[in-house]
């Protein structure tokens, strides 16, 4: 199938838009699945209300659908899609996006991280939105596991000084000597009481530091298998993954709009996107 514009200009065949269906094209044109990077990545979410993210398709451009989620198709030498992973932002979550490029040429072309770039105007003023490399993330998720691994261990001190007190055992009672009533308290320890609570302690450290180290390597693997990177693009070939947002500053009523640029081969293909307050 082939798409033109008003103007009879084929923008994109139905070849073209596999793309949407987060597939990479190879040359030869073999498929294979590209992950979207469905967890995380998005800052600590209050009682906000959610955001709809709107593509508006500039000159050059066509707007379709995939799944579900309104998505562009940039044509020029070359095509490149922009999708967001959720149309639906909850809070102040940090957006999200495929980016795919195609190579229509027939030399190879490097798809950079770092030509990859947002801006948000407030207020008549352009100011630069950031677009979180590869790098950046791990380091984050990196911290984010230290902080995390720092609370386990502060809670595994916590269940070390329970077990330990939980040998003690307190006894009241009551003594009746010479006509006269009184109580008394008793303190004995019990030690098998004490090795069964810290055993327990014990495991529920394991358990904690093993749910951590998995989670971790997961997060780590998702980073790797989705967000973008530097790839050398070959004819013919499709070549994509996410890139992550700061969330875009606050502009009073009005819909938070930016634009996302992509360089490659050359050539800009700029989007234009709106976060609409639901």
Not at 24 to 36: C, D, F, K, S, V
Not at 38 to 63: D, H, M, N, R
Not at 120 to 144: C, N
Not at 146 to 161: E, K, P
Request: charge should be neutral; proline fraction near 5%; glycine fraction near 8%.
């Amino acid at each position: 199938m082939r798409a033109e514009n008003a103007h009879g200009k084929t923008l994109y065949q139905q070849s073209d838009i596999q793309i949407a269906d987060s597939l990479t094209q190879t040359p030869g044109g073999n498929m294979r699945a590209i992950p979207l990077l469905v967890f995380l990545i998005t800052p600590l979410i209050g009682g906000c209300a959610s955001q709809k993210i709107q593509l508006s398709a500039a000159p050059g451009q066509e707007a379709i659908v995939r799944d579900g989620i309104p998505s562009l198709i940039s044509k020029k030498k070359n095509l490149v899609m922009l999708r967001p992973n959720n149309q639906l932002l909850k809070g102040n979550a940090r957006p999200a996006f495929t980016v795919a490029v195609r190579n229509l040429g027939t030399k190879p072309e490097t798809l950079v991280e770092a030509n990859i770039n947002a801006h948000q105007t407030v207020d008549g003023k352009q100011a630069a939105l950031r677009v979180y490399r590869y790098d950046e993330l791990v380091r984050e998720e990196k911290t984010r596991q230290t902080v995390q691994a720092i609370g386990a261990v502060l809670s595994a001190t916590a269940r070390g000084i329970n077990a330990a007190n939980a040998g003690y055992v307190n006894t009241t009672g009551t003594v009746h000597a010479n006509g006269n009533y009184g109580t008394y308290t008793a303190t004995t320890y019990d030690p098998l009481r004490a090795q069964i609570a810290q055993q327990n302690a014990n495991y529920e450290t394991r358990e904690d530091f093993a749910a951590l180290q998995a989670q971790g390597e997961q997060n780590l693997s998702l980073l790797q298998n989705t967000i973008l990177k530097d790839n050398t693009v070959m004819p013919g070939e499709w070549i994509g993954g996410t890139i992550v947002l700061d969330p875009p500053a606050y502009s009073g009523s009005a819909p938070k709009s930016y634009a996302i640029t992509v360089d490659f081969a050359g050539e800009q293909h700029e989007f234009l996107v709106s976060q609409i307050t639901n």
